[in-house]
């Protein structure tokens, strides 16, 4: 009984700060998107664009996906649909409509990424 107690003050100390680590991982992973979609707009070619948006969007995927373990609600609803907009830009079938997509998406991922920093 005298060794359980000293575990389990650890426990209690430890396990939270290495699940708070966990979930700054989804500010990480939205700055990763918004990153690769800067670099659609550097793109001149629609291939280029298209496989930057698609970076974009797997990135904002795994942010709302830490999000989401760390309820995160705010966070992970913004990078749900930075992640769609993402998408709608690696379909997209001209490079201007690539871009515009993609602007959404940054601005997007923008707000995720406060969100997550704040713990909401």
Known sequence: MKNLIPIVAFCCFVIPA???G???DAAVAGDESYRYARRVLRESSLAG???YAQKAEDASKRAMDIA???DYDEAASAFFHAARQAGMASRAGDVATVK???RETMRIAEE????AEQGR
């Open 68 to 70: 989401e373990e760390c």
């Open 18 to 20: 290495l699940v708070h």
């Open 49 to 51: 664009a298209q496989k």
């Open 22 to 24: 966990e979930c700054s």
């Open 100 to 102: 515009e997509h993609i």
């Open 112 to 115: 995720g990424i406060q969100a």
